[in-house]
């Protein structure tokens, strides 16, 4: 299937958002927004991969294996990268100062990464994740299971009603002021959140299959007008009553369009990498802000240097990238390596 590289661009604008949020810049449309437009886009693909290359024996099974192989690498290699971090300073500190608070402290420190070590956001009780973003991809990919489940079941059922259903459950939902990224026991919200706009994305995609997208394509000064306001309104006014879930799915189809205006702007090879780099960034940022912030910026500060806010993002950023670009390398050729050895010994 053809890469739509525009969509990787977007997707790495994105996972920016939110890591810059998370040292206190806020980048419209913010970092809700920011995840489930992500989301969004992931049930674009999931479509495609749904309507135009699946095989007649590939089922729900067989999509999730495909995505552990391809993320929880990266997933993995991010949550032991934290985990280590953290558990060694607590472990530092306790050396220095030998106590029981310092041991309590460190035992909070493990047990707080219990959710992220498996994969949960909590467990009945709360639990002070770490690294929330690591278990957002987790819902991401167990929501994708379902959906991806829905559509092997019964694709016409499940895209006339169960999909509209969800969609209107979450805006019912959205709009009563529930706050469904919060923790709610043995009951996980979040799953929630990412189920509705993989179900977005999915009838996205669809819509593309229809005789109407025909139609629609060729009013083409009319459609890359709506394309271009649509996008403008998510960066102005994504968190408006939630409009960006009505105007997200105008964007991706401008994306996907080969002969749009957007797409003849963003569709470039330059752009291959975001995709893959979009997802690092996601990953890697926690543990980047907690070392900068806890250890550079301090000791910079100890010796007379003090950075401003926009200084400090600079230097976050820059860090960031080189950082995700390297373990994107590593991560790559690590399990390459495992494959060829795989592939010898069944040989």
């Known amino acids: 299937m053809k890469r739509m590289y525009s969509l990787d661009l977007l997707k790495l604008l994105l996972a920016y958002v939110v890591a810059f949020f998370h040292v206190g810049i806020l980048i419209p449309p913010g970092p809700t927004v920011a995840v489930q437009i992500f989301f969004i886009i992931s049930g674009f693909f999931l479509g495609r991969k749904f309507y135009t290359n699946r095989q007649p024996d590939y089922n729900q099974w067989d999509y999730t294996l495909d995505h552990v192989r391809s993320l929880y690498p990266h997933y993995l290699f991010s949550m032991i990268v934290l985990f280590l971090y953290l558990t060694m300073r607590e472990i530092v500190y306790l050396v220095k100062e030998p106590g ?27 639990h002070d994740s770490m690294n929330y973003p690591l278990w957002q991809i987790s819902a991401l990919l167990i929501a994708g299971y379902f959906v991806f489940g829905l559509l092997c079941y019964n ?55 229809t005789a109407y997208w025909a139609k629609l394509k060729e009013k083409t000064v009319f459609f890359n007008v709506i394309s271009i306001l649509a996008l403008f309104s998510i960066v102005a006014f994504g968190d408006y009553d939630i409009i960006f879930l009505m105007t997200t799915p105008i964007v991706l189809l401008a994306c996907f369009e080969e002969h749009s205006w957007m797409n003849r702007v963003l569709n470039r090879s330059l752009f291959r990498g975001c995709g893959k780099l979009s997802f690092a960034v996601y990953l890697n940022h926690a543990l980047i802000q907690r070392f900068l912030y806890a250890v550079c910026f301090t000791r910079l500060e100890r010796l007379g240097i003090s950075l401003n806010d926009y200084q400090r993002g600079v230097v976050y950023g820059v860090i960031l990238t080189a950082y995700s670009v390297f373990t994107l390398y590593l991560v790559e050729k690590l399990k390459n390596n495992y494959t060829e050895r795989s592939k010898a010994a069944v040989r």
Not at 102 to 117: M, T
Not at 172 to 186: E, I, K, M
Not at 191 to 197: D, G, K, N
Request: glycine content about 4%; proline content about 6%; aromatic content about 16%.
């Open 155 to 209: 694709e016409k059922l499940s895209r006339m009603l169960v999909f509209p259903a969800a969609i209107l459950m979450i805006q019912s939902l959205l709009n009563t002021g529930v706050d469904l990224w919060a923790n709610y026991g043995p009951f996980y919200m979040p799953l929630l959140r990412a189920f509705s706009p993989l179900c977005i994305g999915v009838l996205t995609y669809y819509f593309t299959v």
């Open 100 to 126: 029981w608070s310092q041991v309590g402290a460190l035992l909070r420190s493990v047990y707080n990464q219990i959710p992220d070590i498996l994969l949960l956001q909590s467990a009945y009780h709360f």
